[in-house]
């Protein structure tokens, strides 16, 4: 394999091309599992989790969501290594598999009037499951991406990844829509839930087959045939030399990942539980947000590779988090559909923006060795503490305080963190700079 001028393995168009194909659509598979989870919450919560108070009984349920984020870290470190060790391919398809294997176990699980506590058991180790599995994702999959990238166009490839998350959250988004209008509340509650969840049976062979006809990163197979015998441990490398990369990047994930999961999770059940709104509309709303991150994210990722990706990430964290309590405070104030696009549109720009150069940011910065495990750690452990429960603590907030701008003081909690940790220690980021090697 000859080298461009820059010093980058010249890459077949292609090879290029099914790499691109097998990440993305490969991520979009696993996220639509996972997410789809956070969209039926609701009548999760009512046959899994019953009680005799609604808020409680939504606690149990968002409690479960979160619990998935608990072994994202263990995940991600033991596939972010697999992938730094065995190579990008390997570690991207087995992935798909087990994110297959705990969202048919969640279609197929019988209800607590059924089987009685067995069921939240069921729901609560299908959850571990599929966090175990989505804690490798985003590592494995971006890393692929750069790696094939154009040195020059790596923000927009990298864009990819966020972009199949957005397409993810919006196809199910759209199936919870059509379910949900089209289906009685007994029939919903019944079968219908389900549907989405067996379709993700389905797409875990595929998954597995696109990846499998993906071609091994010639970066890292640069680095592999350079790689002495014996070499430092990709874990202990990256808390002795990267740990500065660790520290922003975690920092700017906070917010990232927290704009995901009260946007796009938490909103919609706010919607419905707290103010009333049909779940039609709630989830209506969501596929229209997500569609707007997708249509941007490869528009500023691109944007990010001429501008440098720092400045365009922290003007729209800082947008994101003074609008927050305008948005929300409006929704409670008039309810509507209106108003609901509103609450979620508007931060969608915003995290379309930040988006499209988040991933290529917290990765480019670490050598192609330790480049999974690293990104894997920051942003699995930054989701698990931020993310995955902002919907169990907002929740819990309003029922302590009842204070409707609960979500708006979260929001400008982790804004504030992203903000100073990686307007600090955060590089400006071009992908210009020649690829690095361990």
């Known amino acids: 394999m000859q080298a461009t001028s820059t010093g980058a393995p010249a890459i077949d168009p292609s090879l290029r091309r099914k790499a691109v194909i097998g990440s993305t659509l490969g991520n979009a598979f696993e996220w639509f599992d996972f997410t789809v989870y956070g969209l039926f919450a609701v009548v999760i919560a009512k046959l899994y989790f019953p009680s005799d108070n609604d808020t409680n009984s939504l606690l149990a349920s968002v409690a479960s969501l979160g619990v998935a984020f608990f072994f994202r870290p263990i995940g991600g470190l033991l596939f972010g290594l697999y992938a730094d060790r065995a190579g990008r391919k390997a570690a991207l398809s087995l992935m798909v598999l087990m994110m297959a294997l705990g969202t048919g176990l969640i279609g ?10 067995a069921a939240p058991l069921l729901i609560l180790l299908a959850r571990v499951i599929q966090g175990f599995s989505a804690g490798g994702e985003f590592g494995g999959s971006t890393a692929m991406l750069i790696e094939f990238a154009p040195p020059n166009l790596r923000g927009f490839y990298g864009s990819f990844q966020m972009c ?55 970066e890292f197979l640069a680095y592999v045939a350079a790689r002495p015998s014996e070499h430092r441990s990709p874990l202990r490398d990256v808390f002795a030399n990267h740990y500065r990369a660790l520290l922003a990047g975690f920092g700017l994930t906070v917010a990232a990942t927290t704009s995901f999961y009260v946007t796009l999770i938490y909103t919609p059940i706010y919607a419905v539980k707290q103010l009333g709104l049909p779940q039609g509309s709630a989830s209506l709303s969501t596929f229209l947000a997500a569609m707007l991150i997708a249509v941007l994210c490869p528009f500023t990722g691109w944007l990010s590779d001429r501008t440098g990706r720092k400045g365009l990430i922290l003007l729209f964290l800082l947008l994101y988090g003074l609008l927050s309590f305008w948005m929300f405070g409006h929704l409670h104030a008039a309810p509507s559909l209106a108003n609901l696009l509103l609450a979620q549109m508007v931060p969608a720009v915003c995290m379309g923006f930040v988006w499209g150069a988040f991933p290529t940011a917290v990765t480019e910065v670490f050598p192609v060795g330790v480049r999974s495990t690293g990104v894997s750690i920051l942003y699995n452990v930054s989701v698990m503490l931020f993310g995955g429960l902002a919907p169990f603590w907002i929740t819990l907030l309003i029922k302590a305080t009842a204070n409707p701008l609960a979500p708006a003081w979260y929001i400008l909690l982790c804004v504030t963190i992203s903000l100073l940790a990686y307007g600090v220690m955060g590089r400006r980021g071009r992908p210009v700079d020649a690829p690095q090697h361990a």
């Open 164 to 218: 199949s998350q957005a397409l993810a959250v919006a196809f199910a988004g759209l199936s919870a829509y059509i379910l949900n209008t089209n289906l009685t509340k007994e029939a919903l509650e019944s079968w219908g839930w389900r549907l989405p969840f067996l379709f993700g049976i389905l797409i875990g062979p595929v998954g597995f087959y696109i990846r499998r006809r993906m071609t091994e990163s010639p």
């Open 108 to 117: 197929l699980a019988p209800t607590y009037a059924a089987i009685g506590f």
